[in-house]
Structures are given as C-alpha cells and as structure tokens.
C-alpha cells in the first residue's frame, strides 16, 4: 500500500487498480468505502469502457472481445512509476492479456497528487498504436454515507455548484444499457435528497450539466466532499439498494452502450478516439473539507 500524506489529509492506494483504499481528514474520519461486504471496490478506474457493452463485447474490424463491466483497468496491477510524499504515479500499459479484451496499444497513467484537502486525480491516455484507438474513461468514488454513528443514509445530500434542470438518461435493467429517452427528474433545483428508492432504477445518469462540483453534505455534520468533475461530459450518481453505507459519485468520458447500438466500438457515440501517438488527459478533485 502506497500512502499519500500531509497535514490534512491520508490517503491509501493499492497496486491493484491503482485504486484509492482510505482517505482520511485531520481528525481520523475515514471518507470512503472500504468493505467488501457492501461492495468489492472503494473508487476503482473504469477504462476502457465505462458500464455494459451490448452482449459484453467490444467489436473491432468484425472480431468480438469479451469485455467485462467497466472494463479492465480496475482489475489490473498497475506499476508503481514514483511516489513521493504528497504523489504517487501508476502506469498500466498493454500486453497480451489485455489485448484479449482491448485489442489496442495503449498506456493508462493515473496520477494522484495531495494539495492542502485536495486530492487531484490524473488520467493520461496514450496510443501506443499505430492507427486510431477509441476508449470511454471514468471514476467511480464511492463515499461513505453514513460515515459517523447515529448519521443514515438520508441525513445525506448532493448539493450543485448552480440551479439545475435534471433529466435522466435511463438504464434497461435487464440488459445494464441505456435507454435513448430522458426522463425529467427536477427543475431549477440545486439539491438531491439522498434516499435509496432513488435507485431503483439504477444509476442516476446526468450529461451536459453546468455546475463544475457538486457536493457531499449531511445535516448532523459540517464535514463535506467537493467534487470537481468539470472535465467530464457526464455525470453518475450510484449506490446499491439495501443498507450498504455509500454514494458514488462518478465522472464519465462516454457511457455504456445504448440498446439500439450494435456496431464497431471505433464508431461508437461519445467515445474518446486517439489518434496514433496521440494522448489525452482528465482531471478530476476530491476535497475533504
């Protein structure tokens, strides 16, 4: 375990994943999931593909590649490229097993910087290849909530940078993919009151909206989560049904496939396409406050 530290905040990251295990303030409160009980990740990377692809495939030039949910990277040993006190460096780059599920050349560098109560996190997505590589990219924190005794879940709640008009991308609960129409969840508003029937019908999926953060607030404690998620074009908010204590907050470049979409992955809507010897990086910051 690689740890991160100063006089505000520390964090713990594993090889596995590259992923974030612990994030503690000053005081010792713990800020995220680490139970496996509840959920077997804490904030894992989704890369190359964010959610489902139609029958758990990727397609390039007619060949199909078995690829699974959220895709390969939060499954992988990334290598330990440096470290120092405040940052921390991983690199995941293809090889033969990857190739079975992405068969592209890439390198996937995930940095994690600490500043003040900030955490920013890094991603640099390069094509190692020689023709054109397509992926979609994002995080999935999930936040604890409650993370205090005598606090449940609906003392919780996501307040906007600015007034909003929420409308949903729906998700096909049998199939995990996305639904074409919007179904309009609120107006003018700033606040999601958090409470579980919120996601019967499974993620709340948001693209295109005008705040830059949202935060993670609750009534009996002043201690909060800003995530900047600006860089992103959409926006998840998830947890699971059932008394698992958590929220997840996730930043999207693309999404999972749409029920109508059967075709190569290079043509699919809303992914990132690379150029050969090309990259691309995204930002996103969690501060504890």
């Not at 600490?114 to 397509?134: E, F, P």
């Amino acid at each position: 375990m690689i740890i991160l530290k100063n006089n505000y905040l520390t964090v713990e990251i594993s090889k596995h994943g590259a992923e974030i295990k612990s994030i503690k303030d000053m005081d010792g409160t713990e800020f995220v999931l680490n139970d496996e009980k509840h959920w077997k990740y804490s904030v894992p990377h989704l890369f190359p593909v964010v959610g489902t692809l139609q029958n758990g495939e990727l397609i390039h030039e007619g060949k199909h590649y078995p690829m699974p949910r959220h895709g390969i990277a939060r499954t992988s040993e990334f290598d330990v490229i440096s470290t120092t006190e405040k940052m921390a460096v991983f690199s995941l780059r293809y090889s033969d097993e990857t190739r079975k599920a992405y068969p592209f050349m890439f390198e996937l560098v995930v940095t994690y910087k600490i500043n003040g109560k900030a955490i920013l996190v890094q991603y640099h997505v390069r094509n190692l290849d020689d023709r054109k590589i397509s992926f979609s990219l994002g995080a999935h924190p999930a936040f604890l909530a409650p993370r205090n005794q005598g606090e449940v879940f609906t003392d919780y709640f996501l307040e906007f940078e600015t007034l909003e008009d929420l409308n949903l991308i729906p998700i096909n609960l049998e199939s995990g993919l996305l639904l074409r129409n919007r179904i309009p969840m609120a107006k003018n508003t700033k606040i999601i009151n958090l409470e579980k029937t919120l996601f019967n019908g499974d993620a709340l999926i948001f693209q295109g909206l005008k705040s830059k953060y949202v935060m993670l607030k609750n009534r009996k404690n002043s201690k909060m989560v800003r995530f900047d998620f600006s860089e992103f074009p959409f926006l998840g908010i998830w947890t699971t049904l059932g008394d698992s204590p958590m929220i997840c907050i996730e930043p999207w470049a693309g999404h999972a496939d749409y029920v109508d979409f059967y075709g190569e992955f290079c043509d699919k809507e809303d992914n990132v396409s690379l150029e050969a010897g090309s990259e691309k990086s995204y930002q996103y910051v969690m501060e504890i406050m």
